[in-house]
């Protein structure tokens, strides 16, 4: 099977997950302990003619699955409804903050990129010598690190201390320098541990692989060392890397509470805090959808990237 | 000066238990264009010792010796230049074929990048002398097979293709690392098939590295015994095939099987390969050997001249050379009281399957090795 063919048929077969994501999001108003209209109101009082016009609205009083088909009408042409503690628009909210979520999270996944592979390879190169041993403890400094320390003394040095940075978020554009220059840091905060997972897992992974009778077939064809490691032990090494990778891309989305909360920073996590704190059910709908969304997504991602690493995944 | 002289080749694994004596004073020559047999149990160092000469070790070192090959000393190269040999004027088809290629790439990129490792060619060129080694090896349908992934092949067309990664810059010296292991008989058979006519044609020369001293008779000229990392007979094949001169060889033909030969012959010699670290005293063989005497356990015997009893590797010329039938036993020297006493008896194959062939072809022959007073031990 070509790549081709796998990736379209890997992608068809997400869409009955989505399907069953979408029904279990939905079903949330009816498990909610209480009568739906409590649920949707935000359990605060409401008059007789409220409560109505909330029926009517979610047309309460149809059978389950047209709601279910309006519902995901609705969510499809990206209409959430409004919140009923702060009467915003729910898809408003979300749109507003899922790409500061996403702007600080995939920085800091590359950044983990960035730094875990070229630290696995050299790691796996040199091991047991001082090389490996050093990024063994940077990478066990990392994981051991708690991220809100980091960052909370990532902030004083560089922002009270030095000044080189401000402590809270400019209000400027997200594609603007000044931006930019603030998510260094909360991007480095929330990289960090990522980093040094990814390090020691391809480390691990790629000490494997150079044991593999491959390797030495590879270097008795005359190959450089370089086009050994890179082209054919780095290739086979990293599928280890990419499922983790790839659930990590995924709970990035979901925003990093504590990160958030310490570069006052306002994504998704301090979002959905709130709206579970205040039992703002659409607003905690809309964002588990887009969340389960996100993960399925990156789920499908994580397979095409193997399938394109390792032949066999496609023939099986 | 031969093609590929190895002399006093001694290699060294460190490992918890202590030093290991991997390969221990090995010398010998190839030819250009002859087809040379490496015979031993496995963890006799044969393998070992054929990666030692193109730098391949992982984890073991040559702490003494000398590889010349064409005239330049292989183990004193640079790893630049060394390169530039590997898989081009020396190339290895190592054991184990189904590991031995990388599933993530095509079987036909795993060969064309041999070629352009080496010579500068343009990605079609090396394409189609790709599918043309495919092709030489055997494999059917070669350009449709170019694009075929490792797994899917069968492990016979993983070794042909390993074959053909080998052979992808003509070679002078090929080394075959066991390319039977692993296999079903049939495929073997086509296997040694191949090999044949590639040492058929007589440019390259074939360091031929296999357990099985059956496998090596059918197609070397000369043959080289190991037992734990020493050189223990070596000679033309039909001395050794006919008049083994050393114990350990006698077992090794007495152990492989026959057809049609009425009793169940798959012997194989009782007791085991000294553990590599802990090594008995004077002859390496004696606690297996069924002729082991006082003497045995005494003085490590050389490898001598069978027909003089005189050294052979301490820089005396041979008589004939490297087709000296030599054996390292004290037999031969005349230390040994009671003598070697078994019996070689040859069973014609003709006679047994009729399939009719010359029988002066030792390949075709079976040697059987009789032993009258120490039948249990050899049977
Ligand atoms: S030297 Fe002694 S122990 Fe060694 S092979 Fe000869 S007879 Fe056997």
Redesign the pocket.
């Known amino acids: 099977m070509s790549l081709g063919t796998y990736a379209l048929r890997r992608t068809l077969l997400a869409v009955p997950v989505l399907v069953g994501v979408s029904a279990i999001t939905f079903s949330f108003v009816h498990l909610v302990p209480g009568d739906a209209i409590d649920v949707l109101a935000g359990f605060q009082g409401v008059d007789p003619e409220a409560r109505d016009a909330l029926r009517e609205e979610y047309g309460l009083d149809d059978p389950i699955w047209r709601q279910y088909l309006a519902w995901v009408t609705d969510v499809l042409a990206l209409e959430f409804g409004e919140s009923p503690i702060t009467g915003r628009d729910v898809g408003a909210t979300i749109a507003e903050r899922l790409p500061r979520t996403l702007a600080l999270g995939v920085a800091a996944w590359l950044l983990s990129l960035a730094i875990g592979i070229p630290a696995g390879i050299v790691a796996a190169l040199n091991h047991g010598r001082p090389a490996d041993e050093l990024t063994r403890l940077g990478a066990l400094a990392g994981i051991a690190t708690p991220n809100f320390w980091l960052g909370l003394v990532l902030l004083f040095i560089f922002g009270v201390h030095l000044g080189w940075v401000r402590v809270t978020p400019p209000d400027a554009g997200l594609a603007s320098l000044e931006m930019l220059w603030f998510m260094v840091l909360p991007t480095i905060t929330l990289g960090t541990a990522s980093a040094a997972l990814i390090t020691r897992l391809l480390r691990a992974s790629m000490a494997r692989e150079l044991q593999k009778a491959y390797v030495r077939t590879a270097r008795a064809k005359g190959l450089r060392e370089r086009t050994v490691v890179l082209k054919h032990v780095l290739r086979n090494s990293l599928t280890a890397v990419v499922t983790v990778a790839g659930l990590q891309l995924a709970i990035l989305v979901d925003g990093a509470v504590v990160v958030e909360q310490v570069f006052a920073w306002p994504g998704m996590g301090q979002l959905v805090v709130d709206a579970v704190d205040q039992r703002d059910v659409p607003l905690i709908q809309a964002s588990v959808l887009v969340i389960a969304v996100a993960v399925v997504l990156a789920n499908l991602l994580v397979d095409l990237v193997y399938a394109a690493l390792d032949p066999r995944v496609r023939y099986r | 000066m031969a093609l590929l002289e190895v002399e006093n080749l001694t290699i060294q694994f460190y490992t918890d238990d202590g030093v290991v004596r991997a390969v221990d004073g090995v010398s010998y020559e190839i030819e250009a264009g002859e087809t040379v047999g490496l015979v031993g149990e496995s963890g006799a160092g044969k393998s070992v010792a054929s990666r030692a000469l193109l730098g391949l070790l992982e984890d073991g070192e040559v702490v003494a010796g000398e590889v010349r090959f064409d005239g330049r000393n292989l183990l004193e190269l640079s790893s630049a230049r060394l390169r530039e040999i590997r898989g081009n004027e020396i190339a290895i088809a190592f054991q184990d074929a189904d590991a031995a290629l990388n599933p993530a790439y095509t079987v036909g990129e795993q060969i064309a990048e041999a070629i352009r490792a080496h010579e500068t060619v343009t990605d079609t060129a090396a394409r189609e002398r790709s599918i043309a080694l495919l092709e030489r090896v055997g494999i059917p349908e070669p350009a449709s097979r170019y694009t075929d992934y490792p797994h899917q092949f069968s492990s016979g067309m993983c070794q042909r293709a390993i074959i053909a990664i080998a052979l992808a810059c003509d070679p002078d010296l090929l080394i075959v690392d066991e390319p039977t292991r692993g296999l079903d008989v049939t495929v073997q058979a086509q296997l040694l098939e191949l090999l044949e006519d590639l040492s058929a044609d007589g440019e390259m020369a074939i360091q031929l590295v296999s357990h099985d001293l059956g496998v090596v008779a059918d197609q070397c000229e000369r043959v080289l015994v190991i037992y734990a990392g020493k050189i223990?007979e070596r000679g033309p094949v039909e001395d050794l095939f006919y008049e083994p001169k050393?114990?350990?060889t006698a077992g090794l033909l007495a152990s492989i099987p026959r057809i049609g030969d009425g009793r169940d012959r798959l012997a194989s010699i009782p007791g085991r390969m000294p553990t590599r670290v802990q090594r008995p005293t004077?002859?390496q063989?004696?606690p297996r050997?069924p002729?082991?005497?006082a003497?045995?356990a005494r003085r490590d015997?050389e490898l001598v001249d069978t027909a003089t009893g005189t050294p052979v590797d301490d820089g005396e010329p041979d008589r004939e050379g490297p087709t000296t039938h030599a054996a390292?036993?004290?037999?031969h020297t005349g230390d040994?009281e009671e003598g070697?006493d078994y019996e070689v008896r040859i069973v014609d194959s003709t006679d047994d399957d009729g399939c009719g062939e010359s029988a002066s072809d030792p390949g075709d022959d079976s040697a059987a090795v009789d032993n009258p007073s120490h039948e249990g031990e050899l049977r």
Do not use: K, Q
Not at chain 2, 328 to 331: K, N, Y
């Open positions: 223990v050393h114990p350990y004077g002859c063989f004696h050997c002729y082991a005497e003497v045995c015997p390292a036993c004290h037999e040994l070697l």
